[in-house]
């Protein structure tokens, strides 16, 4: 069955930091581009970042600077560094796999992992 | 930034009748657009990629149309499982984007 399952959400201070992670299962993750998507409570989605194959990367204004995308194929696993947080990155973020038939749509989301930045 | 504008908010419709969600871009985005569907308490699921391409296990009744600023989901007949929150999304260029969404509620 292809999966993916984040991890590392939870209650964080504004300006601290929070690592989540997306492990990958049932397709061959090295060969699949991989982005994060954000929801903030009662509200749209938001694409927050792209890494390719390669790992060549793309951020949305929000969080460049901020944040860093990061992949090891050898483990199956795509994490997401978040730094100085702020009360707006408040949000359930998912990781999802690009469609190959369609780059940069997305065919397979993971279930979720919130992030509440509150003091 | 491309800014995806969807319309309208809310469509209260009854399970059998038509329904026709509108996106519209802030400039043009070719035929690269998508569609999601979103239940309360779950993930996104692809609907509709490249503006009417369905994806694998989407439904006959749901079908993508347009080109450029102007694109319609059409849902051809509402089935109960069909009430939720439909989201397009711009492939086109950086930043992806999304739109606002439609929620498709029972009327």
């Known amino acids: 069955e292809v999966q993916l399952v984040e991890s590392g959400g939870g209650l964080v201070q504004p300006g601290g930091s929070l690592r989540l992670s997306c492990e990958a299962s049932?397709?061959?993750?090295?060969?699949?581009?991989m982005d994060w998507v954000r929801q903030a409570p009662g509200k749209g989605l938001e694409w927050v970042s792209y890494?390719?194959?390669?790992?060549?990367?793309q951020y949305g204004d929000s969080v460049r600077g901020r944040f860093t995308i990061s992949r090891d194929n050898a483990k199956n696993s795509l994490s997401l560094q978040m730094d100085s947080l702020r009360a707006e990155d408040t949000a359930v973020y998912y990781c999802?796999?690009?469609?190959?038939?369609?780059?940069?749509?997305?065919?397979?989301w993971g279930q979720g992992t919130l992030v509440t930045v509150s003091s | 930034e491309i800014v995806l504008t969807q319309s309208p908010g809310t469509l209260s419709l009854s399970p059998g009748q038509r329904a026709t969600l509108s996106c519209r871009a802030s400039?043009?985005?070719?035929?690269?657009l998508a569609w999601y569907q979103q239940k309360p308490g779950q993930a996104p699921s692809l609907l509709i990629y490249d503006t009417f391409n369905r994806a694998t296990g989407t439904p006959a009744r749901f079908s993508g149309s347009g080109s450029g600023t102007d694109f319609t989901l059409t849902i051809s007949s509402l089935e109960p499982e069909d009430f939720g929150v439909y989201y397009c999304?711009?492939?086109?260029?950086?930043?992806?984007?999304f739109g606002g969404g439609t929620k498709v509620e029972i009327k």
């Open positions: 999304q711009q492939r086109s260029s950086w930043p992806l984007t």
């Open positions: 400039e043009s985005v070719r035929s690269y």
């Open positions: 049932g397709f061959t993750f090295s060969v699949f581009e």
């Open positions: 999802a796999r690009e469609f190959s038939g369609s780059f940069h749509s997305f065919d397979v």
């Open positions: 890494i390719s194959r390669n790992s060549d990367t």
